[in-house]
Each structure stands twice: as C-alpha cells, then as structure tokens.
C-alpha cells in the first residue's frame, strides 16, 4: 500500500472511529451500554447469513444514489434529486415487472430494469436540460422535481397500477411477476453485484473516457471547457440524465429485487441518503461501495440494537452526521493522527454553488 | 432596478390588487382564507430566506436550514413544554438557530469544510438527534400562538384579516423584513457583507476582516432560521413531530434564491409560493375541479420549476462571485 492510499484510507477509517465514540457517549447518557449496542450492532448486520443479506441489501441503494450524487459532483452539479429520481424509477420498474406476463427472464427482468432507468433519466435529465436552456438551478428544480415525484407515484400506485387484489386499502403495485424478479444468490443478491459493477463502470467512465473528461473539464472550470471546445450545455444535461438513471436503478433494484412491488411511502428518505455516501466517499465512485456498506450494516443491524440494548435505532443518524463530519473537518483527525496535509485532502463542493 | 424592471413590477402590483379586489367581491369568505392561507405559508419560508440571503450575500452558502429549522423547532417545543412559556420557548428557538449558525461558521469558516457538505452535517445531525431524543409523551402543555387582532387596521376588509389579524411571530417577520432591507443595503455592514461575498481580496485590502465578518454574519442568519423553528412548532402546529420541517428549509433556499437574495424579493417568492400552497388547499377542501388531489399537489412545485426557468430566461438571476469558496489570506 502506497502512502498516499493509506492516507487516504487513514482519515475515513479515524472519522468512522471518533463517530463511534462519540456514539457511545451518546448511548451512555441513555443508561444503556455501548459494548451490547455496538457487538449487537454488528450482529444484526453481520451475524448470519440473513444479517449479511440485509446489510448487502440496504448498501444496495445507497450505493446507486451515492453514484447519482457522485457523478453529479464531477460536473460540478450538486443533485438533491436523488429522492424523486428514485420513486420514479421504482413504480416503473414495478409497473412493468407486474404488467407484462409470459416473457422469459432474460427478456423480462432487463425491460423492467430499462424501464426504470429510462424513468430516472428523464427525471433527472429535465433538471440538467433546464440547467444547460435557461440556467435554472438544478438544486431548486431538482428538490421541486422530488415533490412532483412524490405526488405523481403516490397517484400511480393509488390508480392506474393499484394492486386490486383482496381488499387492499393501500397505495401499492401488485406483486411483480417471478420473471421479473432479481434473484438472490446465496447471502448475496444480485441487485448488490449490479451496483457494485456499475459503481466501477462509472469509474471508468469519468476517469478513463473522453467523456468523463469532459464531464471533469465542465465541473473544473466552465468557462475553460467552453473554450477548449467542449459542448457545456449538453455535458450538463446528460451529467443530470445519467445521475437521474443511476439513483433511478436504485429504486427499480428496491422494486424488484427487495419489496417485490411498489408501495408509496416505504422508500421515503432513501434518496436522501446518496449525498451522505457520496459526501463520505468524497465524490469517488468505488469509494462509494465501501461508504454504503458501512451505512448499511448500521441500517441493518440498528433494529438488533433498538431490540437487545434498547436504544433507539436514530442514534444510526447521529453517528452518520457525525463520521461526515470528522472526514469533511480532516484538520481535526489529522490533528490527533499527527498526519502532515496532503495535496487533495479536501474536498471542495461548495465551489461549484455560485457560477451558474 | 432598471426602469424597465420597476414598469413590469408596478404593472404585476396593480394587476394582483385588481384581481384580488374583484375576487374579493365575487367571494369575500373564500378569498379571504386563500389569501390569509398565503401569509401564513410565507412566513417559515421567508424566515429561512432571510437566514439563506445573509450568509450567501457573504459567501456562505447555507444548505443547512432545514436542520436548523427542526432543531430549533424541538427546542422551543421543549423549553416551552417545560416551562410553560411560549415566550421562553420562541427565545429557546431562537437561541439554538444562533447556536446551529455558529456551528455552520465554525466549520465552513472557521474548519474551512466545505460548504456544503457542513450544511449536510447539520441536516443529519439535527434529524438524527431531534429523533434520538424524541419523547412522544411530551406536548405543549399551552395553547400555540394565537391571531393578535392589530386595533381597527383588522376590522378593514380583506386586509384586515391577511395582514392584521396574525400571530405574533408573523408580525415580527415582516418588522424583519425590513430591518434586513435597510441593514443589507443602507448600512455600514450590509455594504461590507456584499463585499466579502462578491469580492473577498478587495475587501480584505481595504481593511475588513473577511472570515470575522463571515463568522458573525452565518451565526447571526442563524437567529432567523432558529425564529422560523419557533414559528413551526409554537404558531403553526402546536408541537413537535419527527421530521416536522419537511423539506421546507430547501424551499427556503429556492424562495430566496427566486428572490434574487434581496429580502422584499424573498418575501414576493414566498407569497408566491404560499399563494400556490394555499390555492391548492383551497381546490382540495371544496373540490374545486375534479382532479386528483395528487395533481393538485405538484401545482406549487411545478408552477416553481416554470417559474425558475422563466425568470433564468430573462436573465435576472446572478449568484455573489465569491459564493461556496473558501477564503485563503493572501
């Protein structure tokens, strides 16, 4: 391992253990104790073979909308939108995973999962058009497009697509058909596989093509891209279409491989969650899947915590904002590491707030 | 402004008073609540505007509102439940809105974190911990704040019910309004917070102290976020509820930034915005038109995104050139 890789990894690693103790603190003030929170903690999320299901299983959307947040960033966009890029794409992915009979999975299984990508580029893809036309900015749209997604899915899933069956009172699709859905091989379900390989597909798209290049070139320095050639405007555009795809395929992978349906309401907040990861792996895309992993085994195994220490599953939160904290202030972590500042440490985002 | 800028606005004035004056006259009652409904869904939006405005027109950008706004809404809750005072409560509101914008300047200032990613810090932290230590056995103990009729300014029609007959915490938001106004683009400070925000070398040449001023500045923005938190939960509900700011301290920042971070411009968006809200409540209670209430929902948000694009498209929006950088000392 080279300096620099251990650097890299030293400061994250610091922050997740000063988040932990801080936690603790936390825990302590609660009358209950850290040792049984934590050990249960991992249990639920590592113990057996369900617990690592459902770790591998709550990292999955994370991942995506950390790409969706990630990816944005390279082109110096900030994408609030990853709530409503992902409902979108869940009741899509839903609707033709139940709508559509007799196809063979290979056939069956892709169309839904193209259907709800499609759905999250054009969601996405209005607030980069939008950007790129008329310079309206993508954070307002994006969060006005949340709400509209929120109410168009909510309507969706109440309406045209409500599952009818029994007596059902709830806004839900019906069951997604078995050719559909993503199978789950072993503790390990494929909708995982899927994020991980497009995690490093989008690597290798921003940093090894041309039109990574560009998306980078755009997010650097706008008006140099401009005059080196590059079209900003349908960067900007595709970068949103493509972010609004990636947390899109977070919502259909939900759809399909984990709820078995869309139901209104059960994904709130998910979306939010990518700009954590995003912000945790600091703006890299493989850095992503270890930032999800981490979040999602404490989303799995909060409910052990709440169950066998008795404390409340939020503390999961507070250790999150906590942990973004000490990897966003490295000062203080390289402070206690004695560690002397490297080149790229800090991460700047806000820069790309104020030239639209 | 330029003149041709101040013509349209006179003509969008005189237009809105016509309209409503014939609504008003066609029905009193329902125009009336609608228009009543749009003051009242302004004022958290605007109180979050005004907090957004001062630390942007300084070069700070604040995407942590909505944190602030949740946590000072579970502190006025809090304080107010125990002592029994809704004054208490709306200063414990406002004292914790001060405390989240010192945090938010100690890091983006101070720490130099980005600045985005401390407003994302305190988003997290304050749903985290507002729900960690949440007590669903608590309430109020004391009614929320109630409408103060203003002497014989309520008793006028229409007006008097929209304008003159609120709780107090509205009315002091309008007194804020203009506070601002005059501080932001008469004083000695408001001209030094647009330096610093649009250029931060020149005004450090000329002697001010840029990371001082910005310090003092996001932590002050912060009261007025820490107001609108009282607002939520002491005049606008009546308690506190996980998650209760709901996305509104992002509406915040669109209303402000819609308002070409000026405050009377602010205040026009929110109207704006709170006249959609209200409209859309209005269809939903006496179905208006027989469209599902789902659709009538996006009517604010949908009506904002055209709004945004339009006014982009005239090209009235420009961000303070020194806005999200960091301030090194040269």
Redesign the interface.
């Known amino acids: 391992m080279s300096r620099s890789t251990l650097r890299s990894v030293a400061v994250p690693l610091a922050a997740v253990i000063l988040g932990l103790l801080i936690g603790a603190l936390?825990i302590v003030s609660q009358g209950a104790s850290p040792v049984t929170a934590y050990s249960s903690l991992i249990q639920g999320g590592l113990g057996d073979g369900d617990a690592l299901l459902r770790t591998l299983q709550k990292a999955t959307p994370l991942i995506f909308g950390g790409l969706a947040v990630a990816f944005a960033f390279k082109a110096g966009l900030?994408n609030?939108g990853g709530q409503g890029q992902l409902l979108v794409g869940a009741v899509f992915a839903a609707a033709v995973g139940f709508g559509v009979d007799g196809l063979p999975t290979f056939i069956h299984l892709p169309a839904a999962l193209i259907a709800g990508a499609l759905a999250g580029a054009i969601w996405g893809g209005i607030a980069g058009a939008?950007k790129a036309t008329?310079?309206?900015?993508e954070?307002?749209?994006t969060?006005?497009?949340?709400?509209?997604a929120g109410?168009?899915t909510?309507?969706l899933s109440?309406?045209p697509w409500k599952d009818n069956s029994g007596n059902n009172i709830v806004a839900r699709t019906p069951l997604v058909e078995d050719s559909a859905t993503i199978p789950t091989l072993g503790a390990v379900p494929v909708g995982f596989l899927l994020a991980v390989i497009t995690a490093i597909g989008c690597w290798m798209i921003l940093e090894r093509s041309t039109y990574g290049f560009e998306v980078r070139s755009v997010g650097q320095n706008r008006n140099a891209a401009h005059y080196a050639g590059i079209k900003v405007g349908w960067t900007m555009a595709s970068t949103m279409a493509v972010a609004g795809t990636l947390a899109a395929l977070g919502g259909a992978v939900e759809s399909l491989g984990v709820d078995g349906r869309f139901e209104a309401g059960v994904n709130v907040g998910l979306g939010f969650e990518g700009?954590?990861i995003a912000?945790l792996a600091r703006a890299n895309p493989l850095g992503v899947i270890p930032a999800a992993l981490l979040v999602g085994l404490m989303e799995a195994g909060a409910s052990r915590m709440q169950f066998k220490a008795g404390v409340?599953p939020?503390?999961?939160?507070?250790?999150?904002?906590?942990i973004?904290?000490f990897v966003?202030?490295p000062?203080?972590v390289r402070w206690l590491l004695r560690m002397r500042q490297g080149d790229s440490e800090?991460?700047?985002?806000?820069?790309?707030?104020?030239?639209? | 402004m330029k003149a041709r800028q101040r013509q349209l606005l006179w003509i969008a004035v005189v237009l809105i008073v016509v309209l409503a004056c014939s609504f008003y006259s066609a029905n009193g009652p329902q125009t009336t609540a609608v228009l009543a409904g749009t003051v009242r869904a302004a004022t958290l939006l605007t109180l979050g505007a005004l907090c957004g405005m001062i630390g942007e027109r300084s070069g700070v950008v604040n995407i942590g509102i909505e944190g602030q706004f949740l946590m000072s809404a579970f502190f006025a809750f809090t304080v107010t439940s125990i002592t029994g005072s809704l004054f208490m409560g709306a200063m414990a509101g406002i004292a914790t809105g001060l405390t989240m914008g010192w945090m938010l300047a100690a890091m983006a200032v101070g720490l130099k974190v980005d600045q985005i990613i401390a407003g994302t810090v305190l988003n997290i932290g304050a749903l985290g911990l507002t729900s960690f230590f949440y007590d669903g056995s608590r309430s109020l103990g004391v009614g929320k704040y109630t409408n103060i009729d203003l002497g014989s300014l309520a008793d006028l029609p229409l007006v008097g019910t929209v304008f003159f007959s609120r709780p107090p915490i509205t009315y002091l938001t309008m007194v804020l309004l203009v506070v601002v106004h005059v501080a932001l683009f008469r004083s000695v400070w408001g001209m030094r917070t647009r330096a610093i925000g649009e250029h931060p070398g020149a005004a450090d040449t000329v002697g001010i102290d840029v990371l001082r001023l910005r310090y003092i500045n996001v932590t002050l923005a912060g009261g007025f976020a820490g107001l609108g938190g009282s607002y939520l939960a002491l005049e606008a509900v009546g308690t506190f509820s996980r998650g209760m700011s709901g996305g509104r301290g992002f509406l915040a920042l669109a209303v402000m930034i819609f308002g070409r971070r000026s405050p009377f411009g602010a205040y026009a968006a929110a109207l704006f915005f709170g006249f959609t809200t209200a409209l859309q409540n209005h269809f939903q209670l006496n179905s208006v038109f027989d469209i599902p209430p789902q659709f009538v929902g996006m009517l604010p948000f949908v009506v904002t995104i055209i709004v945004v694009a339009l006014s982009g498209l005239m090209g009235s929006m420009r961000d303070p050139a020194a806005l999200g950088q960091t301030y090194e000392k040269g």
């Open positions: 936390l900030f609030i939008l008329t310079g309206a900015h954070v307002i749209v969060i006005m497009l949340n709400f509209v109410n168009l909510d309507w109440a309406n700009i954590t912000l409340a939020e503390l999961i939160d507070v250790i999150q904002a906590l973004l904290f966003a202030a000062m203080i800090q991460l700047r985002l806000g820069a790309g707030w104020g030239n639209s």
